[in-house]
């Protein structure tokens, strides 16, 4: 049995300029043990689709469920089985760390929980704020006990909604050592992230949304051999002939030329040379995800209408 099945998920918002459609019949499971990745610029409807997992919204159509459970029939089931990390800091300010989790714990029925409430505040190196008000907290050590909430009652399912977005490097690394941790000793985690390297280095399988559909679909090993093998970069402030403007990624200063070999990079250089183009900071790369994501938002005409 999956972990979450996604069955042809669509949410439609009203709003004063019409039907907004969020979501158009997203369809994908995840496996038990998985690290899934879900990605996709702002406004994809990444938040949209986690709100529905986790029971706060409801599709329009199509369902999903979470070990079986379907997450509006069989709510607490499901909810259960689910530890949501939100991507908006919502927290009660009159409760210290320890009490908030302890609150938490009760809600699911735990009674004495502080054995592994110490290891999520240790995990996580909060012990030495289990006794600081929330209110006190900076806001990346608020999101630290959002994410030792999310597990009190030890979810199967782990799903964070870009919890490092905007969180220093101490943080981040935390974080995923703990989540890591939690993934390899049996936990699914569902990361929804813009941060590239980040799904990279961390999730075992992506999937892309764009305008509410998925994109792409894979283990991120095959995404990543979808892109061009090799790039060659560069920084120049002139303009590029046609040409070459037609295949080049342009950020700034910085160019980048798909170029599949030495050959490919020779004829490359001689064409700028030919054309006057002064370059610095000549560099070959290895294509990333990014690469992959980058042409799969640019393309797809189909997903925006
Ligand atoms: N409550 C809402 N009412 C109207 N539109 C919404 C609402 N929530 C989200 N949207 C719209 O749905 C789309 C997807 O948003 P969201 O799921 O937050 O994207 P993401 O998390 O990928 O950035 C956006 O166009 C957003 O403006
Ligand atoms: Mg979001």
């Known amino acids: 049995m999956s972990a979450v099945s996604f069955q042809n998920v669509s949410k439609t918002f009203a709003t004063a300029r019409g039907e907004l459609h969020a979501l158009k ?3 994908f499971d995840i496996e038990p043990g998985e690290f899934f990745g879900l990605l996709g610029p702002n ?33 607490a089931q499901a909810r259960r089985c689910l530890g949501v990390v939100p991507q908006e800091l919502v927290f009660d300010p009159f409760f210290n760390v320890r009490e908030a989790l302890r609150f938490q714990s009760g809600y699911f029925g735990i009674q004495r929980n502080d054995d592994w409430i110490d290891e999520l505040l240790d ?3 909060l012990t030495d704020k289990a006794n600081a008000n929330m209110r006190q907290l900076s806001g990346g050590m608020k999101r630290r006990v959002l994410v030792a909430q999310a597990l009190v009652h030890k979810p199967p399912v782990i799903v964070l909604d870009e919890p490092t977005a905007g969180v220093d490097v101490e943080l981040r690394q935390t974080l995923w050592a703990f989540v890591s941790r939690l993934n390899k000793q049996g936990s699914t985690v569902l990361l929804t992230t813009h941060y ?5 280095a961390l ?16 283990k ?20 590029l002939p046609p040409a070459l403007a037609a295949q080049a990624r342009v950020t700034g200063r910085v160019v980048r030329l798909p170029a599949q070999d030495a050959a490919a990079v020779e004829r490359l250089l001689a064409q700028l040379r030919e054309q006057g183009i002064a370059v610095e900071d000549i ?23």
Request: charged share 20%; glycine share 10%.
């Open 220 to 239: 991120t090993s095959e995404l990543l051999k979808q892109a061009v093998a090799t790039q060659l970069c560069f920084k120049t402030d002139q303009a």
């Open 123 to 125: 995990g996580l190196g």
């Open 196 to 200: 590239l390297e980040e799904a990279e």
């Open 25 to 27: 019949g997203v369809s």
């Open 43 to 75: 406004g994809a409807g990444k938040t949209t689709l986690i709100s529905i997992l986790a029971g706060l919204s409801r599709a329009s159509s199509g369902r999903v469920l979470v070990h079986g459970a379907d997450v509006q029939a069989d709510f």
């Open 283 to 305: 560099e070959i790369r290895k294509a990333d995800l990014e690469d992959v994501f980058l042409d799969l938002m640019a393309g797809h005409p189909e997903a925006s209408a």
């Open 203 to 218: 999730c075992n399988r992506i999937a892309m949304l764009k305008l509410g559909q998925v994109v792409a679909l894979d």
